[in-house]
């Protein structure tokens, strides 16, 4: 079982930046892949991006790719979404996912465990 937790979320105006967190439970962090989504309100959920296990894989969706970045850190069991050069369409629920995927999962369904959630709000 992982338990996630994602925090750093808030408002934020349109051209700044914010970094979630992503804090895991449990000693097998290492072996999951992880994953960044977000939900706008009366939108779909959608991928943001995802990180290999090792951290030697990334993989972005074209609305986000070249302003963020996700990293991760397996000593203290936490994953990064470092979010620049916001913009108001950025305006979602972000949620961090782990899944036991080779490489960068890139759909919901590869993840079995997922976090809460955090407000980002991007003000124009």
């Known amino acids: 079982q992982v338990q996630l937790v994602e925090s750093g979320g808030g408002l934020v105006q349109a051209g700044g930046s914010l970094r979630l967190s992503c804090a895991a439970s449990?000693?097998?962090?290492?072996?999951?892949?992880m994953g960044w989504f977000r939900q706008a309100p009366g939108k779909e959920r959608e991928f943001v991006g995802g990180?290999?296990?090792?951290?030697?894989?990334?993989f972005y969706t074209d609305p986000v790719k070249d302003r963020f970045a996700i990293s991760r850190d397996n000593a203290k069991n936490t994953v990064y979404l470092q979010m620049n050069s916001l913009k108001p369409e950025d305006t979602a629920i972000y949620s961090c996912?782990?899944?036991?995927?080779w490489g960068v999962g890139l759909r919901a369904r590869e993840y079995n465990y997922w976090g809460q959630g955090t407000q980002v709000t991007v003000s124009s």
């Open positions: 449990g000693h097998t962090f290492s072996t999951f892949a």
């Open positions: 990180i290999s296990a090792s951290g030697g894989s990334t």
């Open positions: 996912a782990a899944g036991r995927v």
